[in-house]
């Protein structure tokens, strides 16, 4: 009996203090032996208890190593095999191994998710609609801007609105201030802009439909205060889910409402802010008020669903003034509904305070919601347990980055450094340094180290080629970039190198613009386009070049700096018609932009009509 005994209290005690291989990688990765943390990880992927969070806790692993391109079987290793992998979708939304940043996707795979995701019944519509959002822009950077827009589609954003402003913004102090369209919807209504000037409500001719409402193109203000407002047609009373993103400050009123409200100037994603509001049969009058400070591309994006962030189709904008009824619940205060991965990853963490990758997604819930503080202090509250963890002091190094706090970025960098000098992170950041400070021959004797133990990417090419310049050693730097651009061929500064290479060292023109041209087949990129147009001007193909431009301008018709651009070129040759038909394309869409005014004046002038110089 005592030997049955003490054989049962063997067996427990064995299961009771046997790590598994999932706890063995983290207890690697507290102390930086990433190689072992690696080996245990793909065990613990073979293991159903613990293969889901090993499978994730590998995409942290690779991405640290900048590796995470390495994994493409997202989909079938992960996606098909749990529950719900929606929150973990938008937790690692950016990151290569499933959607990538914004732009042209580089692997199937990615798109085959994006593919997977839009056709998912089950997921939640924020993912449904942003993964529309996603593909819209891959074909938009393929060049096949139909493609595009039909992606733009499924968004379902409200559109067709009304804009007025710019009203002053100094230190982010115009959201407590009434400037007067809360008040005054009506047509007729004038409001001093920030320049005292007399302003109405306008309407533009053609807006943006890319699945976002972005003001940067009617207003040419990177700080200001702007109202937008829709007039939004219900078929029925009916409950719906308010949700909002935006690039700034926000109010949002329903029927002169104030239902949403956020003073702190952010740049969220898609559905950040979401309450129950109830739509009432008819028109409803929507007013956004929108604030930013140094924000390059301010705009917002607000969609009407059902529970399941579904958008509702019925449910549409008009840009047209129309009677609405006033809200009589004032006072109501609506509460924000929390976002789904937020909550789902701190139950997670509730549930499993020492199980670290639900710090780092929540971590990263929390930064694309730019939700920093809390961020933060997740991060801090992990680096409790495990001090030396260099995933955990990578993503503080991202969340005070994102907070611009230099002070403490470079104490948490000297840290990294100390307890991991060979990582990725850390020789990139020290190569850069030493080239800053002009430091030529140790940051040569880094790259070489860092290529060695890394291998070669982008960063280090392009590196190799500022090194080779600064040392003049020219034959080298042609082959170099000569490779880098058969690697690359997409990447805009090799593009602009090999261009060079083949009209000043080869003296071939027409292989110099066949670079550009074989470019634009599969890309698109507005500044890359602008600058070869422009360069065929300077070279003589004028009629090139303006059919360029032409064509930026007929494909992006909400944007004025296209119409701009052509009005600029036809007032350098005298063609003053002409230039007048471009600035009052750019005008009726931005009608309070003082550089088109004057542009128009100068016109007007050359035209010897004083009246209408004086006019503008």
Not at 507 to 530: E, F, H, S
Request: aromatic share 14%; net charge neutral.
């Amino acid at each position: 009996m005592k030997n049955v005994f003490v054989a049962l209290l063997l067996v427990c005690g064995c299961s009771s203090f046997a790590q598994s291989n999932y706890e063995k990688a983290w207890n690697a990765l507290n102390k930086n032996y990433r190689a072992n943390a690696e080996k245990f990880l793909q065990q613990a992927m073979n293991d159903p208890a613990t293969a889901a969070d090993a499978f994730i806790t590998n995409i942290y692993l690779k991405t640290y190593n900048s590796k995470e391109s390495e994994i493409t079987d997202f989909s079938t290793s992960f996606y098909d095999k749990v529950s719900n992998p929606y929150p973990y979708i938008y937790a690692l939304w950016f990151n290569q191994a499933l959607l990538g940043p914004y732009g042209k996707k580089t692997s199937d795979n990615q798109l085959t998710l994006i593919d997977k995701l839009i056709a998912d019944p089950k997921a939640p519509g924020t993912l449904i609609a942003a993964g529309n959002y996603q593909k819209g822009m891959h074909y938009l950077f393929s060049g096949d801007f139909a493609k595009a827009q039909s992606c733009y589609n499924q968004v379902g954003n409200i559109k067709n609105w009304q804009y007025t402003g710019p009203f002053e913004n100094l230190s982010e102090s115009g959201f407590y201030k009434d400037y007067g369209p809360f008040e005054h919807p009506e047509p007729t209504a004038v409001f001093k802009s920030l320049t005292n000037a007399d302003i109405k409500w306008f309407t533009p001719p053609i807006e943006a439909k890319d699945g976002w409402t972005p003001v940067i193109y009617q207003f040419n203000n990177n700080t200001a205060v702007i109202y937008a407002q829709s007039f939004v047609t219900s078929p029925s009373d009916q409950t719906v889910y308010c949700n909002i993103g935006f690039s700034g400050s926000i109010k949002l009123w329903i029927n002169d409402e104030l239902i949403i409200s956020d003073p702190k100037p952010r740049v969220t994603e898609m559905d950040n802010s979401t309450v129950k509001y109830d739509l009432k049969k008819g028109v409803n009058r929507v007013l956004v008020q929108l604030g930013f400070t140094n924000i390059s591309y301010p705009n917002f994006t607000l969609r009407f669903t059902d529970e399941k962030y579904k958008a509702i189709a019925n449910i549409i904008g008009s840009s047209s003034f129309s009677a609405y009824p006033k809200n009589a619940n004032g006072n109501k205060k609506y509460e924000l509904i929390p976002n789904f991965a937020e909550k789902f990853f701190a139950q997670k963490i509730e549930k499993e305070p020492k199980n670290l990758v639900n710090y780092l997604l929540l971590a990263d819930v929390y930064l694309r919601n730019q939700k920093l503080l809390e961020a933060r202090d997740l991060i801090s509250a992990a680096l409790k347990s495990a001090p030396e963890n260099s995933l955990l002091r990578i993503k503080l190094l991202e969340v005070l980055n994102k907070q611009n706090n230099r002070t403490l970025f470079l104490e948490e960098l000297e840290k990294v450094k100390q307890a991991d000098p060979e990582s990725v992170l850390v020789l990139d950041l020290h190569i850069k340094e030493l080239y800053d400070n002009e430091k030529y021959d140790d940051c040569a004797a880094e790259l070489a180290n860092s290529i060695k133990l890394h291998g070669e990417d982008e960063f280090t090419g392009r590196y190799r080629i500022l090194l080779l310049i600064h040392d003049k050693k020219y034959d080298e730097l042609v082959k170099v970039a000569e490779k880098m651009y058969d690697k690359y061929p997409d990447n805009k500064d090799v593009l602009n190198i090999m261009y060079n290479i083949k009209k000043e060292v080869y003296k071939d023109n027409k292989g110099a613009q066949k670079i550009y041209d074989n470019y634009m087949k599969r890309n698109y990129d507005y500044g890359t386009y602008t600058k070869f147009a422009d360069i065929l001007i300077d070279q003589g193909n004028t009629k090139k070049g303006i059919e360029i431009k032409e064509k930026l301008a007929k494909t992006f018709p909400y944007a004025p700096v296209s119409f701009y651009n052509l009005s600029k070129y036809y007032y350098s040759t005298k063609e003053y018609d002409k230039a007048e038909n471009y600035i009052g394309k750019s005008l009726a869409l931005s009608p309070y932009n003082e550089s088109y005014w004057e542009e128009l004046g100068d016109i007007k002038n050359e035209k010897k009509d004083v009246a209408g110089a004086l006019d503008a």
